[in-house]
């Protein structure tokens, strides 16, 4: 019917009388050019809206038709006027004549030349846009030394074999090597020793967890709900999912898809359903008296904009209050995508409060399942009359007889909460919500009504439903067609080896972002990536077997003077480990680390006074047993008041998604390594081992013990004379002997070394 | 830090002034301490007033007109239905209980009287903050976002509503450092009977390194944590400990030639600093008698009152930033005594400090700020039988400074009869923040850091400077 209509107008405008014709060219085209089309053109939609076009015109912007043929009260006309809310042009007025003449043109009929009917496709030539073409080369270091030549530049020596070891190991499974592999690589005199190594890790189920703390950056992952009550909430399922997922190396696409859309396909599998947690990791509020639409619409807008980054590379938050300023993305596409995750059965008004984090999946049956609902009511009540009880305190909470009463109901209730699984899911609801363009990023505002679709700058979406799903987003994102889903991930990649991407902006290919600074290489990567069907270990194994990733990381002068960030890898980059990593390698050089894989989130300790920062005070109740040792990546962790081991070590915040984390170097961070009770307990541990087992040896030869164990590698000479010096004085200032105590603080140091910290 | 910002460390600093021109931040050095001349020469965009700001945030949002903003009309109405003008159009907290039984005005029954030389305006529930009159700002009519605690508070320290943006004194480190070589740049304090409302998100960096986060300082053990050795680990072993952690450090220094590696051997020694500082901080000893009573400060207890002392010594050594919380202001159900209370507790600690730092010629540097996330309506609210409080109100509340660069004495902006809404001129959160940096020699417009593809700043697409606020 639309159509139809359209093209009666068409047929309309192709009937104009030449006099018609000739007062447009005099009288309108200049006007619109000058007044209107810098900011509403094809390639400048702002608001959605071109007017360099009839057709464009007419269809309207993001407050529908701009103008109607005949109508006097047409938007254009009302804007000009600046006899209503909208008033254009910005900041000024036009004459009167020049608003006479629009208003004689919309009566017209809106006479245009046959050049002006139809509207511009726009096409964008900008490079992460264009199709994956595939280079010819070998491999990596074929791409990679040939811009190195380019340059005047030559790759650096592989590192010796101790290096290797220690780098390969903790990129692929995040832990330091043993004594005993270390020793065994070394000795290992066959050509395929180092792929054996490689294969040997990326077969260790701890590959899995190095490759899911990665990801769960991406995901925003975090226990708790965020904002200002920050309960804790039922995800870790979805963690394990990953783990599981990246261990049995599924496919990056079939990962992709299940976690977008695995409740949509058919026959959907619990463990298809858990996946879809991950674009519910988004926080969520309910503290009294809010507005509960608002914040589905905080989550869906963050939705989109982590999808944006993490598979498109392209920041689509920037069209959540107007058109993309930079990259060839309306505020309206942005909507569009928005259509997609916007039918999540998720709690919007008031009356459903006490729904709060639906939907969930429920892992057990009919009865636990019940007797879980029961339990969630009783806890929310206890939760609220804590708060209430808070709100009328103003002495010493810690001392209210019956604060101290509510909180012990609450951890007994905690304590026997009914042993049944659950976690946030994805779920459809039966009826889509409406969609609409939210004027000005405010969705009070609405402006016209969008369905579901993908943004116009990319090739469309192959047989999708009548109304697109979010299944049929999932597929289009990892559709061979899409520029850009395998570049992003390939440079991701990429990033965990050598610190920083091919493009270096990981998150925005756009416009605005960096280019890549060996576009064959990325695009090369890419299709390698497709074309192995999206298998990840595949990828990972060619990058660290490549000649690039082996070179020495040692600074060269030579190097420094051309290309000062290293950027085209002359070299390997030294880089600190991740928060969790250092506390890992801790574990392991101590030999306390508990190998347990996935489960519920532990509770480790933690400094005393730095979880009471809280409104709602959360008990910190340190695990027992081999849970105290559990990798960092289980560590439970609460949005507004994370554990300081990892905040101060970088790990993210878990409120938006972290493609990239920073790596800072600060005074806090010695604090912890110096001062914190875990860290002397590990020092501890160290010493003891130390003592046992090198108890037939004298202090050199605890020391290069010492010394394998922490750092893998034998002391230099004048490493040691400078620890056996500080072990003497240890000894000297001793009031009561105590070999522990002296080699206690010889672990301390070591366990504060740059090189215990950096990877290599 | 950034690697681009090691390589031109390890340069010459003219090397970094040149190449980074006065971009501001990318030399600020991600460490919590600044070099001061790096920091004066590099964030600057003008001439500041002041070189360090205390914010006295109080949790919960006090009742403006129980305090500052008298409304004497609103008296003579009290009791009588809100008319329906002053509600339209206008969003509230708690909304659906207003169909149930429409809200009713609410006059204060507090005293007020005038003080100082422009006739600003105290309850008796703040005699000594009357006494500063003639030292302070009062701004009425400000309004803020949004009306829940948790997105209000973020809003006033972030510029946004929504979580992992960096806080005002993440910005102010990131963009002119600190004088501290000690103390972290940017200290928060915290007293009252909870953590605010949002946690650490209000002294977060956001996308900020972060080590431009805010350090909780803790009023009980430790002031920051990890401060003190592990136990059995003297002064004379911690010493020799880092000694040894430098000297290996410097030898792999020499063998890398990784820059990070010597910022890593100033960050140790810095923390040293920090340890060997800390307890002298917090030792009130140096205070004297008259000083302690001044504030209403105990050695060891943890108060506003000792929070506002140790504000004053944490400024005196160079922090930039120094922000208080003090909870409790949320006084749905009663006004009342719970309301004497918290005025009690923050009064005179606050008078105390303004004119501790003007005697002792550091108020001229510093500027000092006190306010909410918000204001409370002129409707009462019932919430139990017999008693009355107020509601979150979003649209005219009440806050003040003093300082350098602050016209002693101004009171700017005003409200409608009841209290509703301003008159004259909109002074929103961001127009406050923008003045915030101003003072400090910071253009809001100007001072920005790029994420996810967008430059960001505190003050989002708004912000104006207050001019009538400044002398």
Same mark, same amino acid.
């Given at each position: 019917?639309?159509?139809?209509?359209?093209?009666?107008?068409?047929?309309?405008?192709?009937?104009?009388?030449?006099?018609?014709?000739?007062?447009?060219?005099?009288?309108?085209?200049?006007?619109?050019?000058?007044?209107?089309?810098?900011?509403?053109?094809?390639?400048?939609?702002?608001?959605?809206?071109?007017?360099?076009?009839?057709?464009?015109?007419?269809?309207?912007?993001?407050?529908?038709?701009?103008?109607?043929?005949?109508?006097?009260?047409?938007?254009?006309?009302?804007?000009?006027?600046?006899?209503?809310?909208?008033?254009?042009?910005?900041?000024?007025?036009?004459?009167?004549?020049?608003?006479?003449?629009?208003?004689?043109?919309?009566?017209?009929?809106?006479?245009?030349?046959?050049?002006?009917?139809?509207?511009?496709?726009?096409?964008?030539?900008?490079?992460?846009?264009?199709?994956?073409?595939?280079?010819?080369?070998?491999?990596?270091?074929?791409?990679?030394?040939?811009?190195?030549?380019?340059?005047?530049?030559?790759?650096?020596?592989?590192?010796?074999?101790?290096?290797?070891?220690?780098?390969?190991?903790?990129?692929?499974?995040?832990?330091?090597?043993?004594?005993?592999?270390?020793?065994?690589?070394?000795?290992?005199?066959?050509?395929?020793?180092?792929?054996?190594?490689?294969?040997?890790?990326?077969?260790?189920?701890?590959?899995?967890?190095?490759?899911?703390?990665?990801?769960?950056?991406?995901?925003?992952?975090?226990?708790?709900?965020?904002?200002?009550?920050?309960?804790?909430?039922?995800?870790?399922?979805?963690?394990?999912?990953?783990?599981?997922?990246?261990?049995?190396?599924?496919?990056?696409?079939?990962?992709?898809?299940?976690?977008?859309?695995?409740?949509?396909?058919?026959?959907?599998?619990?463990?298809?359903?858990?996946?879809?947690?991950?674009?519910?990791?988004?926080?969520?509020?309910?503290?009294?008296?809010?507005?509960?639409?608002?914040?589905?619409?905080?989550?869906?807008?963050?939705?989109?904009?982590?999808?944006?980054?993490?598979?498109?590379?392209?920041?689509?938050?920037?069209?959540?209050?107007?058109?993309?300023?930079?990259?060839?993305?309306?505020?309206?596409?942005?909507?569009?995508?928005?259509?997609?995750?916007?039918?999540?059965?998720?709690?919007?008004?008031?009356?459903?409060?006490?729904?709060?984090?639906?939907?969930?999946?429920?892992?057990?049956?009919?009865?636990?399942?019940?007797?879980?609902?029961?339990?969630?009511?009783?806890?929310?009540?206890?939760?609220?009359?804590?708060?209430?009880?808070?709100?009328?305190?103003?002495?010493?909470?810690?001392?209210?007889?019956?604060?101290?009463?509510?909180?012990?109901?609450?951890?007994?209730?905690?304590?026997?909460?009914?042993?049944?699984?659950?976690?946030?899911?994805?779920?459809?609801?039966?009826?889509?919500?409406?969609?609409?363009?939210?004027?000005?990023?405010?969705?009070?505002?609405?402006?016209?009504?969008?369905?579901?679709?993908?943004?116009?700058?990319?090739?469309?979406?192959?047989?999708?439903?009548?109304?697109?799903?979010?299944?049929?987003?999932?597929?289009?994102?990892?559709?061979?067609?899409?520029?850009?889903?395998?570049?992003?991930?390939?440079?991701?990649?990429?990033?965990?080896?050598?610190?920083?991407?091919?493009?270096?902006?990981?998150?925005?290919?756009?416009?605005?972002?960096?280019?890549?600074?060996?576009?064959?290489?990325?695009?090369?990567?890419?299709?390698?990536?497709?074309?192995?069907?999206?298998?990840?270990?595949?990828?990972?194994?060619?990058?660290?077997?490549?000649?690039?990733?082996?070179?020495?990381?040692?600074?060269?002068?030579?190097?420094?003077?051309?290309?000062?960030?290293?950027?085209?890898?002359?070299?390997?980059?030294?880089?600190?480990?991740?928060?969790?990593?250092?506390?890992?390698?801790?574990?392991?050089?101590?030999?306390?680390?508990?190998?347990?894989?996935?489960?519920?989130?532990?509770?480790?300790?933690?400094?005393?006074?730095?979880?009471?920062?809280?409104?709602?005070?959360?008990?910190?109740?340190?695990?027992?047993?081999?849970?105290?040792?559990?990798?960092?990546?289980?560590?439970?962790?609460?949005?507004?008041?994370?554990?300081?081991?990892?905040?101060?070590?970088?790990?993210?915040?878990?409120?938006?998604?972290?493609?990239?984390?920073?790596?800072?170097?600060?005074?806090?961070?010695?604090?912890?390594?110096?001062?914190?009770?875990?860290?002397?307990?590990?020092?501890?541990?160290?010493?003891?081992?130390?003592?046992?087992?090198?108890?037939?040896?004298?202090?050199?030869?605890?020391?290069?013990?010492?010394?394998?164990?922490?750092?893998?590698?034998?002391?230099?000479?004048?490493?040691?004379?400078?620890?056996?010096?500080?072990?003497?004085?240890?000894?000297?200032?001793?009031?009561?002997?105590?070999?522990?105590?002296?080699?206690?603080?010889?672990?301390?140091?070591?366990?504060?070394?740059?090189?215990?910290?950096?990877?290599? | 830090?950034?690697?681009?910002?090691?390589?031109?460390?390890?340069?010459?600093?003219?090397?970094?002034?040149?190449?980074?021109?006065?971009?501001?931040?990318?030399?600020?050095?991600?460490?919590?301490?600044?070099?001061?001349?790096?920091?004066?020469?590099?964030?600057?965009?003008?001439?500041?007033?002041?070189?360090?700001?205390?914010?006295?945030?109080?949790?919960?949002?006090?009742?403006?007109?129980?305090?500052?903003?008298?409304?004497?009309?609103?008296?003579?109405?009290?009791?009588?239905?809100?008319?329906?003008?002053?509600?339209?159009?206008?969003?509230?907290?708690?909304?659906?209980?207003?169909?149930?039984?429409?809200?009713?005005?609410?006059?204060?029954?507090?005293?007020?009287?005038?003080?100082?030389?422009?006739?600003?305006?105290?309850?008796?529930?703040?005699?000594?903050?009357?006494?500063?009159?003639?030292?302070?700002?009062?701004?009425?009519?400000?309004?803020?976002?949004?009306?829940?605690?948790?997105?209000?508070?973020?809003?006033?320290?972030?510029?946004?509503?929504?979580?992992?943006?960096?806080?005002?004194?993440?910005?102010?480190?990131?963009?002119?450092?600190?004088?501290?070589?000690?103390?972290?740049?940017?200290?928060?304090?915290?007293?009252?009977?909870?953590?605010?409302?949002?946690?650490?998100?209000?002294?977060?960096?956001?996308?900020?390194?972060?080590?431009?986060?805010?350090?909780?300082?803790?009023?009980?053990?430790?002031?920051?944590?990890?401060?003190?050795?592990?136990?059995?680990?003297?002064?004379?072993?911690?010493?020799?400990?880092?000694?040894?952690?430098?000297?290996?450090?410097?030898?792999?220094?020499?063998?890398?030639?990784?820059?990070?590696?010597?910022?890593?051997?100033?960050?140790?020694?810095?923390?040293?600093?920090?340890?060997?500082?800390?307890?002298?901080?917090?030792?009130?000893?140096?205070?004297?008698?008259?000083?302690?009573?001044?504030?209403?400060?105990?050695?060891?207890?943890?108060?506003?009152?000792?929070?506002?002392?140790?504000?004053?010594?944490?400024?005196?050594?160079?922090?930039?930033?120094?922000?208080?919380?003090?909870?409790?202001?949320?006084?749905?159900?009663?006004?009342?005594?719970?309301?004497?209370?918290?005025?009690?507790?923050?009064?005179?600690?606050?008078?105390?400090?303004?004119?501790?730092?003007?005697?002792? &010629?550091?108020?001229?540097?510093?500027? /000092?700020?006190?306010?909410? @996330? #918000? =204001?409370?309506? *002129?409707? +009462?609210?019932?919430?139990?039988?017999?008693?009355?409080?107020?509601?979150?109100?979003?649209?005219?509340?009440?806050?003040?400074?003093?300082?350098? &660069?602050?016209?002693?004495?101004?009171? /700017?902006?005003?409200?409608? @009869? #009841? =209290?509703?809404? *301003?008159? +004259?001129?909109?002074?929103?959160?961001?127009?406050?923040?923008?003045?915030?940096?101003?003072?400090?020699?910071?253009?809001?417009?100007?001072?920005?850091?790029?994420?996810?593809?967008?430059?960001?700043?505190?003050?989002?697409?708004? =912000?104006?400077?207050?001019?009538?606020?400044?002398?």
């Amino acid at each position: 019917m639309r159509h139809a209509i359209c093209l009666i107008f068409v047929a309309a405008a192709y009937a104009q009388a030449p006099a018609d014709i000739e007062f447009f060219d005099k009288e309108i085209r200049p006007l619109l050019r000058t007044n209107c089309q810098g900011c509403h053109s094809v390639n400048s939609l702002n608001s959605g809206l071109a007017m360099d076009s009839r057709d464009a015109i007419i269809k309207g912007g993001n407050r529908g038709a701009a103008a109607v043929a005949g109508d006097a009260n047409s938007l254009l006309l009302q804007a000009v006027r600046q006899d209503g809310g909208l008033k254009m042009p910005p900041g000024r007025k036009l004459a009167p004549e020049q608003i006479a003449k629009l208003e004689d043109w919309v009566k017209r009929g809106l006479p245009v030349p046959q050049e002006f009917v139809a509207a511009k496709r726009r096409k964008s030539t900008h490079w992460a846009f264009q199709p994956v073409k595939r280079p010819e080369a070998a491999g990596v270091d074929e791409l990679v030394q040939k811009k190195l030549k380019e340059k005047n530049l030559t790759p650096s020596p592989e590192a010796d074999r101790v290096t290797l070891i220690r780098r390969v190991s903790l990129d692929l499974v995040g832990l330091p090597p043993t004594r005993q592999e270390v020793a065994d690589f070394v000795a290992d005199s066959r050509p395929d020793a180092y792929e054996r190594l490689v294969d040997r890790l990326l077969a260790s189920p701890h590959y899995g967890e190095r490759q899911t703390r990665h990801w769960l950056d991406l995901a925003r992952f975090a226990d708790s709900d965020g904002y200002t009550i920050d309960a804790p909430r039922d995800i870790f399922p979805y963690r394990d999912w990953v783990l599981r997922a990246l261990n049995d190396d599924m496919p990056f696409d079939q990962f992709t898809i299940e976690q977008f859309a695995g409740d949509l396909l058919p026959n959907a599998t619990n463990d298809q359903i858990i996946a879809t947690g991950f674009h519910r990791n988004t926080p969520s509020n309910y503290e009294g008296g809010i507005d509960f639409e608002q914040y589905r619409v905080e989550a869906v807008a963050d939705r989109v904009q982590t999808t944006g980054a993490v598979w498109l590379g392209l920041t689509l938050g920037c069209a959540r209050c107007h058109d993309h300023k930079y990259d060839p993305i309306s505020q309206k596409e942005h909507y569009q995508l928005f259509a997609f995750l916007n039918n999540v059965d998720e709690v919007d008004k008031e009356a459903d409060r006490k729904f709060f984090n639906k939907p969930f999946l429920e892992l057990g049956s009919p009865e636990q399942v019940a007797a879980l609902a029961k339990w969630d009511a009783a806890v929310q009540d206890v939760e609220f009359r804590i708060r209430k009880h808070q709100e009328t305190l103003t002495q010493d909470a810690d001392k209210d007889p019956k604060l101290i009463e509510l909180r012990a109901e609450l951890n007994t209730l905690r304590k026997n909460k009914p042993q049944v699984q659950r976690t946030l899911v994805m779920r459809e609801l039966a009826k889509p919500r409406e969609h609409y363009i939210h004027l000005g990023g405010d969705f009070t505002r609405k402006g016209s009504a969008v369905q579901p679709a993908v943004p116009a700058v990319f090739p469309p979406m192959k047989n999708p439903n009548a109304v697109p799903n979010r299944l049929d987003l999932a597929k289009w994102l990892v559709d061979k067609d899409n520029p850009v889903t395998a570049r992003v991930t390939m440079n991701r990649i990429w990033q965990q080896y050598f610190g920083k991407g091919i493009v270096e902006t990981e998150n925005d290919f756009g416009l605005m972002g960096d280019r890549p600074t060996q576009p064959e290489l990325l695009d090369w990567l890419a299709s390698e990536f497709m074309a192995g069907g999206w298998k990840m270990k595949r990828m990972h194994k060619l990058i660290v077997m490549s000649a690039t990733y082996r070179q020495a990381s040692q600074a060269r002068q030579d190097v420094t003077a051309v290309d000062p960030y290293n950027k085209f890898l002359a070299r390997q980059n030294r880089l600190r480990l991740d928060a969790e990593i250092i506390r890992d390698s801790a574990l392991t050089v101590t030999g306390l680390l508990s190998e347990k894989l996935g489960g519920p989130s532990v509770y480790p300790p933690i400094p005393k006074g730095a979880n009471d920062v809280t409104q709602v005070k959360r008990e910190w109740k340190v695990s027992e047993g081999e849970d105290k040792y559990r990798r960092g990546m289980y560590t439970f962790f609460q949005r507004s008041a994370a554990h300081p081991g990892l905040i101060t070590f970088d790990a993210p915040d878990s409120t938006v998604t972290c493609t990239r984390r920073v790596r800072s170097n600060t005074p806090l961070q010695a604090l912890i390594l110096l001062n914190d009770d875990a860290y002397f307990e590990f020092a501890g541990a160290l010493a003891k081992r130390v003592i046992q087992e090198g108890a037939d040896k004298d202090d050199a030869g605890k020391l290069t013990l010492a010394w394998q164990q922490v750092l893998q590698r034998k002391p230099k000479a004048s490493e040691s004379q400078r620890m056996l010096a500080f072990l003497t004085a240890q000894r000297d200032a001793q009031k009561v002997k105590s070999e522990q105590a002296a080699w206690t603080a010889v672990g301390r140091v070591l366990l504060n070394l740059d090189e215990f910290m950096t990877r290599e | 830090m950034q690697p681009e910002d090691k390589y031109l460390l390890k340069r010459t600093r003219r090397h970094l002034f040149r190449e980074c021109g006065f971009g501001i931040g990318k030399a600020a050095l991600a460490s919590l301490m600044t070099d001061k001349l790096l920091a004066q020469v590099n964030g600057k965009h003008h001439a500041s007033k002041v070189d360090r700001v205390i914010f006295l945030f109080m949790a919960g949002a006090p009742t403006q007109l129980e305090l500052f903003d008298y409304k004497p009309e609103l008296v003579k109405w009290d009791g009588k239905t809100t008319p329906e003008s002053f509600l339209k159009g206008k969003r509230f907290a708690f909304m659906d209980t207003f169909a149930k039984e429409p809200p009713k005005l609410l006059g204060t029954r507090r005293t007020f009287k005038q003080a100082g030389g422009n006739g600003m305006w105290f309850s008796d529930l703040v005699p000594h903050l009357s006494t500063v009159a003639d030292d302070i700002a009062m701004v009425h009519g400000v309004s803020t976002e949004n009306f829940n605690h948790g997105p209000a508070k973020l809003f006033t320290n972030t510029g946004s509503v929504r979580t992992g943006r960096p806080s005002i004194g993440s910005w102010v480190t990131y963009g002119i450092g600190s004088e501290s070589k000690n103390l972290p740049g940017f200290v928060v304090l915290q007293s009252g009977p909870r953590g605010p409302r949002g946690g650490a998100a209000l002294w977060g960096s956001g996308f900020l390194p972060s080590s431009y986060q805010g350090v909780p300082f803790r009023s009980a053990g430790d002031p920051i944590l990890d401060l003190s050795n592990p136990e059995g680990v003297d002064a004379e072993q911690q010493r020799r400990t880092l000694e040894t952690i430098r000297d290996l450090n410097k030898m792999e220094l020499e063998e890398t030639g990784d820059a990070e590696i010597s910022t890593r051997i100033d960050q140790y020694e810095m923390a040293y600093r920090m340890q060997t500082s800390g307890p002298e901080l917090i030792d009130f000893k140096q205070e004297s008698k008259e000083t302690l009573e001044m504030y209403g400060a105990e050695p060891g207890k943890a108060s506003y009152a000792n929070n506002c002392l140790l504000a004053r010594r944490l400024v005196e050594r160079g922090v930039r930033f120094v922000q208080l919380y003090h909870t409790d202001w949320d006084h749905h159900d009663d006004i009342t005594k719970p309301l004497d209370r918290v005025c009690g507790e923050v009064d005179r600690p606050t008078a105390a400090l303004i004119k501790d730092l003007k005697q002792r &010629g550091l108020l001229d540097r510093t500027l /000092v700020v006190w306010s909410g @996330e #918000f =204001g409370r309506t *002129p409707m +009462g609210e019932v919430r139990e039988k017999g008693k009355i409080g107020r509601n979150h109100h979003i649209d005219a509340f009440s806050l003040f400074m003093a300082g350098g &660069g602050v016209k002693p004495g101004a009171v /700017v902006g005003g409200t409608d @009869e #009841f =209290g509703f809404s *301003p008159t +004259g001129g909109h002074i929103n959160v961001h127009d406050i923040q923008a003045t915030i940096l101003h003072l400090l020699g910071i253009d809001h417009l100007k001072l920005t850091y790029r994420f996810q593809g967008r430059d960001f700043r505190l003050t989002d697409v708004a =912000g104006n400077v207050v001019k009538p606020l400044l002398s």
